[in-house]
Nanobody
């Protein structure tokens, strides 16, 4: 089993920045791809960004491109999501996910492990 714990969420004004972290523990493996998803009230959980196990492949949803940056530190079993130029529509619970994935990183069904989520609220 792998446990994922997100942190770094909070309340920020539009245009501000937040850095989310996701710490993995348990039977961790540097071979896991890591992803960030988010879910706003009344909406389905959607893909935000993903990074392959060796950081060789990085993907973003269109709305995150140019504003968000995903990175990972395998020595610390931690993945990060730097979010800049935040907008009210970025308001959601952000979830970290992990899985042995080598393709189709945007598909949430591919991820075996999920964190509990961290709330991000962007005020206008």
């Amino acid at each position: 089993q792998v446990q994922l714990v997100e942190s770094g969420g909070g309340l920020v004004q539009a245009g501000g920045s937040l850095r989310l972290s996701c710490a993995a523990s348990g039977r961790t493996s540097s071979r896991y791809a890591m992803g960030w998803f988010r879910q706003a009230p009344g909406k389905e959980r959607e893909f935000v960004a993903a990074i392959s196990w060796n950081s060789g492949f990085i993907y973003y949803t269109d709305s995150a491109k140019g504003r968000f940056t995903i990175s990972r530190d395998n020595a610390k079993n931690t993945v990060y999501l730097q979010m800049n130029s935040l907008k009210p529509e970025d308001t959601a619970v952000y979830y970290c996910a992990a899985g042995l994935i080598y393709s189709d990183f945007v598909n949430r069904m591919k991820y075996a492990y999920w964190g509990q989520g961290t709330q991000v609220t962007v005020s206008s």
